[in-house]
């Protein structure tokens, strides 16, 4: 639901097209942390976060009158760094399979 109302309702260009990777409501229900990761490169991840944060007190009446909440959660925005570093880890897999060892730069691989 928080993903459908980015992608129709949010008007922000820095927001665009972005993936919900993952929301974690805390126990009490004060707050969820919604992983984001930004689709494209038009926008930084930083530009991105900061259009969902000023979008959030909307976004966050919407979810909790469409769910009946009488308080609905504050809604965190972070960047989700996990793919990006899977990414990394993939090429350094595949770098050090093809017998390239480190570089003389100290182990920065491509």
Not at 16 to 25: F, H, P
């Amino acid at each position: 639901m928080l993903a459908e109302l980015i992608a129709f309702k949010i008007k922000d260009p820095r927001v665009g097209s972005v993936t919900i990777t993952a929301v974690q409501v805390l126990s009490d229900m004060g707050a969820a942390r919604v992983l984001f990761v930004p689709f494209g490169d038009r926008y930084s991840s930083d530009e991105v976060g900061e259009g969902l944060r000023c979008a959030s007190g909307f976004l966050r009446g919407e979810v909790g009158r469409r769910l009946g909440l009488r308080h609905a959660p504050r809604l965190d925005f972070e960047f989700d760094e996990s793919i990006e570093r899977a990414d990394r880890l993939t090429r350094l897999i595949n770098h050090a399979v093809r017998g390239e060892g480190v570089d003389s730069s100290g182990g920065n691989f491509p």
